[in-house]
T-cell receptor, first 111, second 113 residues
Framework: QQPVQSPQAVILREGEDAVINCSSSKALYSVHWYRQKHGEAPVFLMILLKGGEQKGHDKISASFNEKKQQSSLYLTASQLSYSGTYFCGTEWAGTASKLTFGTGTRLQVTL | DTAVSQTPKYLVTQMGNDKSIKCEQNLGHDTMYWYKQDSKKFLKIMFSYNNKELIINETVPNRFSPKSPDKAHLNLHINSLELGDSAVYFC????????????FGPGTRLTVL
């Protein structure tokens, strides 16, 4: 039941782009994206709500496809500071207020 | 000022002991959560309180008991600790229920020997 993220891990050189996908087996109400650096707490990136399609700030954006029950996180011109594990948190229709986090994607940006 | 704080940061204890983790938020939020992150980094919700009322109670052994004395505090008491309880426990808070940003505390790393 946990949302499945792909890829599981990715290594990028600084300046390269990446896409992280989050697929749900249930109808989505909202999708939250978080980044967690090693030994730290998850930090909020953005929320996408049902009915909305794309959001972004700086060089990180995300899309939400209700039909496919999935969301994608886009990282462009990656920086060293983007390294960490990315989690999607899905809120399913009918279970408002509960986030079910995905399997995580470990991203490493190198020089 | 720390928005969501937890104590202690590290907790090392023997099997069978009872321990508590405390959480406080100074954001004025109505909803608080406990999450468990295991060694594989899976982040799983355990409990949630909204205005001191328990609203989410996942399939968690009843050795785990949350308590919310007021909106700003949420504690987690664990009885008869087992090896499998070793994990990082995160407290979080959000303004309301539903699609609201959750702010996480720094986590408590619990090691059961």
């Amino acid at each position: 039941q946990q949302p499945v993220q792909s890829p599981q891990a990715v290594i990028l050189r600084e300046g390269e782009d990446a896409v992280i996908n989050c697929s749900s087996s249930k109808a989505l109400y909202s999708v939250h994206w978080y980044r967690q650096k090693h030994g730290e707490a998850p930090v909020f990136l953005m929320i996408l709500l049902k009915g909305g399609e794309q959001k972004g700030h700086d060089k990180i954006s995300a899309s939400f496809n209700e039909k496919k029950q999935q969301s994608s996180l886009y990282l462009t011109a990656s920086q060293l500071s983007y390294s960490g594990t990315y989690f999607c948190g899905t809120e399913w229709a009918g279970t408002a207020s509960k986030l079910t986090f995905g399997t995580g994607t470990r991203l490493q940006v190198t020089l | 000022d720390t928005a969501v704080s937890q104590t202690p940061k590290y907790l090392v204890t023997q099997m069978g002991n009872d321990k508590s983790i405390k959480c406080e938020q100074n954001l004025g939020h109505d909803t608080m959560y406990w999450y468990k992150q295991d060694s594989k980094k899976f982040l799983k919700i355990m409990f949630s309180y909204n205005n001191k009322e328990l609203i989410i109670n996942e399939t968690v052994p009843n050795r785990f008991s949350p308590k919310s004395p007021d909106k700003a505090h949420l504690n987690l008491h664990i009885n008869s600790l087992e090896l499998g309880d070793s994990a990082v426990y995160f407290c979080a808070s959000s303004r309301g229920r539903g699609a609201d940003t959750q702010y996480f505390g720094p986590g408590t790393r619990l090691t059961v020997l």
